[in-house]
């Protein structure tokens, strides 16, 4: 079975201070990890995925196999990421692509 | 760019009533997926399909079903609409291989 846990349900950071959002995962295969992101009034979008190991819109996430973890970094939080963050975790073509997702955790930036 | 577009974008409907809800996609996507969002619970899966005709269960299967009769479109079906199953749904599209979801704009169910 897959599974994804965030544990925070609510960021409430100001702006220019540092965030972190917390992922840990279960899955006994090979797993690919991703970040979606959902702003206000738009639909859910890719962020980013770990074997990609790219920095988008100053975030990065690192995968921990040890730890199982894939947590979310940003050095300096900006108003505009005020957003809805969900971690996924697919299996892969072994699982039949299923995409699982985590509970969400709502960042508020406040000036 | 990718579109995956839903049907509706609000419903409302009788308990025990049969409800469809319809996505498409319009980039040959091989799998596709339904979700419910709620609250605190986040996004989770009823049905999945990684072909035509094929379909699989996802986490809370109980009280869908689903139909992929051509490629582009996956049905998502309530045969008998109950209160709790009032919540956002997400359809979502995976290309064959590859590894980005493109999701539709959701559909707001309200079970009265």
């Known amino acids: 079975a897959q599974r994804v846990t965030q544990p925070e349900k609510l960021l409430s950071v100001f702006k220019g201070a540092p965030v972190e959002l917390k992922c840990n995962y279960s899955?006994?295969?090979?797993?690919?990890l991703f970040w979606y992101v959902q702003y206000s009034r738009q639909r859910l979008q890719l962020l980013l995925r770990h074997i990609s190991r790219e920095s988008i819109k100053g975030f990065t996430a690192d995968l921990n196999k040890g730890e199982t973890s894939f947590h979310l970094k940003k050095p300096f939080a900006q108003e505009e990421d005020s957003a809805m963050y969900y971690c996924?975790?697919?299996?892969?073509?072994?699982?039949?692509?299923?995409?699982?997702f985590g509970g969400g955790t709502r960042v508020l930036v406040k000036p | 760019d990718v579109k995956v577009t839903q049907s509706s974008r609000y419903l409302v409907k009788r308990t025990g009533e049969k409800v469809f809800l319809e996505c498409v996609q319009d980039m040959d996507h091989e799998n596709m997926f339904w979700y419910r969002q709620d609250p605190g619970l986040g996004l989770r899966l009823i049905y999945f399909s990684y072909d035509v005709k094929m379909k699989e269960k996802g986490d809370i299967p109980e009280g869908y079903s689903v139909s992929r009769e051509k490629k582009e479109r996956f049905s998502l079906i309530l045969e008998s609409a109950s209160t709790n199953q009032t919540s956002m749904y997400l359809c979502a599209s995976i290309r064959g291989g590859g590894t980005e979801a493109f999701f539709g704009q959701g559909t707001r169910l309200t079970v009265v």
């Open positions: 899955y006994s295969g090979s797993p690919e």
């Open positions: 996924a975790l697919s299996g892969g073509v072994a699982a039949g692509n299923k995409l699982t």
